[in-house]
Protein backbone atom coordinates (compact mmCIF):
# COMPACT_ATOMS: atom_id res chain seq x y z
CA UNK A 1 0.00 0.00 0.00
CA UNK A 2 1.07 3.74 0.06
CA UNK A 3 1.96 4.15 -3.13
CA UNK A 4 2.33 7.95 -5.38
CA UNK A 5 2.69 7.76 -9.24
CA UNK A 6 4.00 10.72 -11.00
CA UNK A 7 3.72 11.37 -14.90
CA UNK A 8 5.54 11.90 -16.82
CA UNK A 9 8.79 10.77 -15.55
CA UNK A 10 11.12 12.92 -17.57
CA UNK A 11 10.18 15.99 -20.02
CA UNK A 12 11.88 18.45 -22.35
CA UNK A 13 10.25 21.54 -23.39
CA UNK A 14 10.61 24.26 -24.90
CA UNK A 15 11.41 27.69 -23.25
CA UNK A 16 8.29 29.63 -23.25
CA UNK A 17 6.28 26.62 -22.82
CA UNK A 18 3.84 24.95 -20.10
CA UNK A 19 4.35 21.72 -18.82
CA UNK A 20 1.92 19.66 -16.39
CA UNK A 21 2.97 17.29 -14.03
CA UNK A 22 0.94 14.50 -12.28
CA UNK A 23 0.81 12.94 -8.86
CA UNK A 24 -1.71 10.26 -8.34
CA UNK A 25 -2.09 8.41 -5.07
CA UNK A 26 -3.13 4.96 -6.39
CA UNK A 27 -4.15 3.35 -3.16
CA UNK A 28 -4.93 5.47 -0.77
CA UNK A 29 -6.50 8.72 -0.73
CA UNK A 30 -4.21 11.96 0.29
CA UNK A 31 -5.94 14.65 2.33
CA UNK A 32 -3.01 16.74 1.48
CA UNK A 33 0.04 16.71 -1.32
CA UNK A 34 3.42 18.36 -1.11
CA UNK A 35 5.58 19.67 -4.30
CA UNK A 36 8.97 19.67 -3.91
CA UNK A 37 12.15 20.82 -6.02
CA UNK A 38 15.70 19.55 -5.89
CA UNK A 39 18.37 20.98 -7.86
CA UNK A 40 21.33 18.53 -8.68
CA UNK A 41 22.90 17.66 -5.16
CA UNK A 42 20.85 19.83 -3.35
CA UNK A 43 18.02 19.02 -0.77
CA UNK A 44 14.39 18.88 -1.42
CA UNK A 45 12.77 21.95 -1.02
CA UNK A 46 8.97 22.41 -0.31
CA UNK A 47 7.07 24.80 -3.18
CA UNK A 48 3.60 24.13 -1.65
CA UNK A 49 1.47 22.55 0.55
CA UNK A 50 -1.90 21.46 -1.30
CA UNK A 51 -5.30 20.12 -0.13
CA UNK A 52 -8.23 18.33 -2.06
CA UNK A 53 -10.58 20.68 -2.67
CA UNK A 54 -8.73 24.28 -1.90
CA UNK A 55 -6.18 26.60 -3.05
CA UNK A 56 -2.41 25.39 -2.49
CA UNK A 57 -0.37 27.11 0.39
CA UNK A 58 3.25 28.23 -1.42
CA UNK A 59 5.97 28.67 0.23
CA UNK A 60 8.10 32.28 0.74
CA UNK A 61 9.47 32.91 -2.88
CA UNK A 62 7.94 30.62 -5.23
CA UNK A 63 5.48 32.72 -7.56
CA UNK A 64 2.09 31.08 -7.31
CA UNK A 65 1.45 32.12 -11.47
CA UNK A 66 4.44 30.34 -12.43
CA UNK A 67 3.77 27.40 -10.38
CA UNK A 68 0.13 26.80 -10.71
CA UNK A 69 -0.65 23.72 -8.31
CA UNK A 70 -3.98 22.22 -8.90
CA UNK A 71 -5.71 19.43 -6.49
CA UNK A 72 -8.93 18.39 -8.05
CA UNK A 73 -9.36 15.33 -6.06
CA UNK A 74 -8.22 13.10 -2.97
CA UNK A 75 -5.90 10.90 -5.60
CA UNK A 76 -4.50 13.63 -8.06
CA UNK A 77 -2.70 16.49 -7.62
CA UNK A 78 -1.16 18.52 -10.73
CA UNK A 79 1.35 21.06 -10.98
CA UNK A 80 1.83 22.90 -14.25
CA UNK A 81 5.15 25.02 -14.67
CA UNK A 82 3.84 27.78 -17.02
CA UNK A 83 6.13 30.23 -19.01
CA UNK A 84 8.82 27.57 -18.24
CA UNK A 85 12.70 29.30 -18.68
CA UNK A 86 16.13 27.37 -18.57
CA UNK A 87 16.60 27.74 -14.71
CA UNK A 88 13.25 26.38 -13.98
CA UNK A 89 15.01 22.70 -15.17
CA UNK A 90 14.64 20.62 -11.73
CA UNK A 91 13.93 17.44 -10.40
CA UNK A 92 10.38 17.44 -9.45
CA UNK A 93 9.01 15.42 -6.65
CA UNK A 94 5.39 14.74 -4.93
CA UNK A 95 4.41 13.57 -1.70
CA UNK A 96 1.06 12.64 -0.59
CA UNK A 97 -0.32 12.48 3.25
CA UNK A 98 -3.42 10.26 4.14
CA UNK A 99 -5.35 11.40 7.13
CA UNK A 100 -4.94 7.71 7.73
CA UNK A 101 -2.27 4.83 8.20
CA UNK A 102 -2.92 3.70 4.13
CA UNK A 103 -1.26 0.00 5.31
CA UNK A 104 -3.34 -0.81 8.47
CA UNK A 105 -5.96 1.54 7.34
CA UNK A 106 -6.24 2.28 10.95
CA UNK A 107 -5.25 5.02 13.11
CA UNK A 108 -4.02 8.63 11.75
CA UNK A 109 -0.70 9.11 10.09
CA UNK A 110 1.56 12.53 9.44
CA UNK A 111 3.83 10.06 7.06
CA UNK A 112 4.24 11.58 3.50
CA UNK A 113 4.75 9.10 0.45
CA UNK A 114 7.14 10.13 -2.41
CA UNK A 115 6.26 10.08 -5.88
CA UNK A 116 9.11 9.10 -8.40
CA UNK A 117 9.76 12.35 -9.44
CA UNK A 118 9.87 14.14 -12.59
CA UNK A 119 12.68 15.70 -14.23
CA UNK A 120 11.84 18.75 -16.18
CA UNK A 121 14.86 19.83 -18.75
CA UNK A 122 14.06 23.30 -20.61
CA UNK A 123 15.81 24.43 -23.39
CA UNK B 1 12.16 28.77 11.60
CA UNK B 2 12.78 25.41 12.05
CA UNK B 3 16.70 24.43 10.40
CA UNK B 4 17.86 20.97 10.13
CA UNK B 5 21.34 19.86 9.73
CA UNK B 6 22.93 17.08 9.05
CA UNK B 7 26.33 16.31 9.56
CA UNK B 8 28.91 14.88 7.95
CA UNK B 9 27.75 16.15 4.23
CA UNK B 10 30.15 13.91 2.59
CA UNK B 11 31.35 10.74 4.01
CA UNK B 12 33.69 8.14 2.41
CA UNK B 13 34.24 4.68 4.09
CA UNK B 14 35.73 1.54 3.50
CA UNK B 15 33.67 -1.61 3.42
CA UNK B 16 33.04 -3.55 7.10
CA UNK B 17 33.49 -0.25 9.22
CA UNK B 18 30.98 1.31 11.17
CA UNK B 19 29.82 4.95 11.41
CA UNK B 20 27.44 7.86 12.38
CA UNK B 21 25.35 10.65 10.94
CA UNK B 22 23.87 13.01 12.60
CA UNK B 23 21.30 15.01 12.43
CA UNK B 24 20.62 18.24 14.68
CA UNK B 25 17.39 20.39 14.55
CA UNK B 26 16.44 23.88 15.54
CA UNK B 27 12.82 23.83 17.32
CA UNK B 28 10.89 20.98 19.08
CA UNK B 29 9.37 18.33 17.30
CA UNK B 30 8.56 14.52 17.81
CA UNK B 31 8.65 12.87 14.63
CA UNK B 32 11.89 12.56 12.41
CA UNK B 33 12.01 10.61 9.30
CA UNK B 34 15.42 9.25 7.66
CA UNK B 35 14.96 8.64 3.52
CA UNK B 36 17.37 7.13 1.44
CA UNK B 37 18.09 8.40 -2.27
CA UNK B 38 20.18 6.76 -5.14
CA UNK B 39 21.29 8.86 -8.08
CA UNK B 40 18.49 10.00 -10.30
CA UNK B 41 16.28 8.44 -8.22
CA UNK B 42 13.23 9.64 -5.58
CA UNK B 43 13.20 9.12 -1.74
CA UNK B 44 12.85 5.84 -0.62
CA UNK B 45 11.72 6.08 3.20
CA UNK B 46 13.85 4.72 5.68
CA UNK B 47 12.60 5.40 9.16
CA UNK B 48 9.56 6.93 10.89
CA UNK B 49 10.69 8.03 14.57
CA UNK B 50 7.82 9.04 16.45
CA UNK B 51 8.86 9.45 20.27
CA UNK B 52 11.84 10.75 22.35
CA UNK B 53 13.93 7.48 22.80
CA UNK B 54 12.42 5.30 19.61
CA UNK B 55 14.91 3.06 18.11
CA UNK B 56 14.66 1.31 15.01
CA UNK B 57 16.32 -1.23 13.01
CA UNK B 58 16.62 -2.70 9.39
CA UNK B 59 19.50 -4.52 8.36
CA UNK B 60 22.36 -3.30 9.08
CA UNK B 61 21.25 0.25 9.65
CA UNK B 62 19.68 1.85 13.04
CA UNK B 63 18.06 5.27 13.67
CA UNK B 64 17.78 6.89 16.89
CA UNK B 65 15.78 10.05 18.14
CA UNK B 66 16.08 11.69 21.18
CA UNK B 67 14.17 14.58 21.44
CA UNK B 68 15.51 16.26 24.75
CA UNK B 69 18.71 17.19 22.62
CA UNK B 70 17.00 17.28 19.24
CA UNK B 71 19.04 14.57 18.02
CA UNK B 72 18.60 12.16 15.61
CA UNK B 73 21.44 9.35 14.45
CA UNK B 74 21.33 6.91 11.95
CA UNK B 75 24.03 4.53 12.71
CA UNK B 76 25.86 1.98 9.71
CA UNK B 77 27.57 -1.02 10.84
CA UNK B 78 29.67 -3.09 8.40
CA UNK B 79 28.83 -1.21 5.63
CA UNK B 80 28.43 -2.66 2.29
CA UNK B 81 28.98 -1.21 -0.93
CA UNK B 82 25.11 -1.36 -1.72
CA UNK B 83 24.62 1.12 1.03
CA UNK B 84 26.14 4.39 -0.94
CA UNK B 85 23.05 6.80 -1.69
CA UNK B 86 22.33 9.73 -0.14
CA UNK B 87 21.04 9.82 3.11
CA UNK B 88 18.63 12.83 4.22
CA UNK B 89 16.86 13.40 7.36
CA UNK B 90 13.66 15.34 7.40
CA UNK B 91 11.54 16.73 10.48
CA UNK B 92 8.06 17.40 10.61
CA UNK B 93 7.44 20.83 11.53
CA UNK B 94 3.77 20.74 12.58
CA UNK B 95 1.08 22.41 10.50
CA UNK B 96 1.72 19.06 8.24
CA UNK B 97 5.43 20.57 6.49
CA UNK B 98 8.78 18.72 6.31
CA UNK B 99 12.03 20.42 6.57
CA UNK B 100 14.99 18.24 5.34
CA UNK B 101 18.59 18.81 5.74
CA UNK B 102 20.96 18.63 3.41
CA UNK B 103 21.68 15.16 3.18
CA UNK B 104 25.06 13.14 3.48
CA UNK B 105 26.49 11.88 0.42
CA UNK B 106 28.00 7.86 1.68
CA UNK B 107 30.21 6.53 -0.65
CA UNK B 108 31.26 3.21 0.66
CA UNK B 109 34.47 1.75 -0.40
CA UNK B 110 35.32 -1.86 -1.10
Known amino acids: GAVVSQHPSWVICKSGTSVKIECRSL??????MFWYRQFPKQSLMLMAT?????????EQGVEKDKFLINHASLTLSTLTVTSAHPEDSSFYIC???????????????????FGPGTRLTVT | ELKVEQNPLFLSMQEGKNYTIYCNYS?????LYWYRQDPGKSLESLFV?????AVKQEGRLMASLDTKARLSTLHITAAVHDLSATYFC??????????FGQGTRLTINP
Open chain 1, 95 to 113: SARAGWDPTTHRGHTYEQY
Open chain 1, 27 to 32: DFQATT
Open chain 1, 50 to 58: SNEGSKATY
Open chain 2, 27 to 31: TTSDR
Open chain 2, 49 to 53: LLSNG
Open chain 2, 90 to 99: AVDEGAQKLV
